[in-house]
C-alpha cells in the first residue's frame, strides 16, 4: 500500500522554474519505480519524466528532456521534479505516479499510464506567456 501526496505546484510566467515535491508513504510495499505524469485539459495523461529505483535509471519525454529533472532520495521516501524554462504548453495537472510490480525497464512505465499502480492527487502548473 503506497501513499502519494505532491506539493509545489503554482503559476509561473514562460521561462520561470518551479520543483514538485512529492512525498511516499510506503506501509509494506517496496516500488521499484517512480515518476511523474502530467495532464492537460482535453488531453491524455502522458508520463514526463520516470526513474527505476533499483538503478536510479531515467527517462524523460521528448518536450521535457534537457528542461525538467528527477530526483529521488530514497531514505525520506520523496522524489522531486525540477522544472526549468517553463512554456506555455507545460501546463496542466502534474502527478506523482508509482509502481510497485516488477520493472525491468524505465520506458515500460512512462510510456502507457496503465502501468502505473498508484497516483497522487494531482498539483496544477500553470505557465503564462
Known amino acids: 500500500q503506497l501513499q502519494l501526496a505532491e506539493s509545489g505546484g503554482g503559476s509561473v510566467q514562460s521561462g520561470g522554474s518551479l520543483t514538485l515535491s512529492c512525498s511516499i508513504s510506503?506501509?509494506?510495499?517496496?516500488?521499484?519505480?517512480i515518476g511523474w505524469f502530467r495532464q492537460a485539459p482535453g488531453k491524455a495523461r502522458e508520463g514526463v519524466a520516470c526513474?527505476?529505483?533499483?538503478?536510479?535509471?531515467?527517462l524523460y519525454s521528448d518536450p521535457v528532456e534537457g528542461r525538467f529533472t528527477i530526483t529521488w532520495d530514497g531514505a525520506k521516501n520523496m522524489v522531486y521534479l525540477q522544472m526549468d524554462n517553463l512554456r506555455p504548453e507545460d501546463t496542466g495537472v502534474y502527478y506523482c505516479a508509482a509502481r510497485i510490480r516488477a520493472l525491468f525497464v524505465v520506458h515500460d512505465m512512462c510510456e502507457d499510464a496503465n502501468e502505473i499502480d498508484y497516483w497522487g492527487q494531482g498539483t496544477q502548473v500553470t505557465v503564462s506567456s
Open positions: 526513474l527505476r529505483t533499483a538503478i536510479s535509471a531515467t
Open positions: 510506503a506501509i509494506g510495499s517496496h516500488y521499484s519505480g
